[in-house]
């Protein structure tokens, strides 16, 4: 589950690199950023049989997003998240969440995402690939990211991506709750 969240951080940098909603041109936005915490959340939905499901977010996570303004393809996404911070509102719930039958996040304190490649989709959006590392097993994935605009030195963005669970270690409770985590992360970087 919090695997599914880095790699969506990175992709809404990404996607800040190739245009924006706001016509900021990519020389404008060229950079390196710093991923705040204030104006950012990574948040997740699994699916349950007959409805319902489990709904959660990450509180602590960082990053860093470095747009090339001569080549999109050459930006990079770095983002950490830390498991133990996983929180639905339900103390049983995170606390499973946490246990070694998910996250481990007593011995696997971190999932990272890395970008290896960023393509542009639209004036103003893009599609971020990378290496999404979770519980010591690392997979390839995508996400979708959208440049909201860039104000005073701050870009803001919306990532959005699905991860199997499974590629992870974490699929107990499969088929019951989908193998499918949904993320919806929006995220604020300050020009580093």
């Known amino acids: 589950m919090s695997l599914r969240v880095l790699g969506v951080t990175s992709f809404l940098a990404l996607g800040l690199i190739g245009g924006t909603a706001s016509a900021v041109a990519l020389s404008e936005a060229a950079g390196r950023y710093a991923i705040s915490a204030n104006g950012s959340s990574i948040r997740f939905v699994i699916g349950k049989a007959g409805g319902g499901g489990l709904n959660g977010a990450f509180g602590r996570f960082s990053g860093s997003i470095s747009i090339d303004g001569g080549d999109i393809g050459r930006s990079k996404v770095d983002i950490t998240i830390y498991p133990d911070s996983v929180g639905t509102g339900q103390g049983r719930v995170d606390a499973f969440l946490k246990s070694d039958a998910v996250f481990d996040a007593a011995n696997s304190r971190q999932i990272t995402f890395r970008s290896t490649s960023v393509q542009r989709t639209g004036d103003n959006s893009a599609v971020v690939t990378g290496q999404l590392t979770a519980r010591g097993r690392t997979s390839t994935e995508k996400f979708q990211a959208e ?30 709750y989908s193998n499918i985590v949904d993320f919806e992360m929006n995220f604020a970087a300050r020009r580093a």
């Open 147 to 176: 440049l909201h605009g860039l104000k005073n030195g701050q870009l803001r963005f919306h990532v959005s991506g699905k991860v199997l669970r499974s590629r992870y270690g974490m699929d107990v409770g499969t088929p019951i």
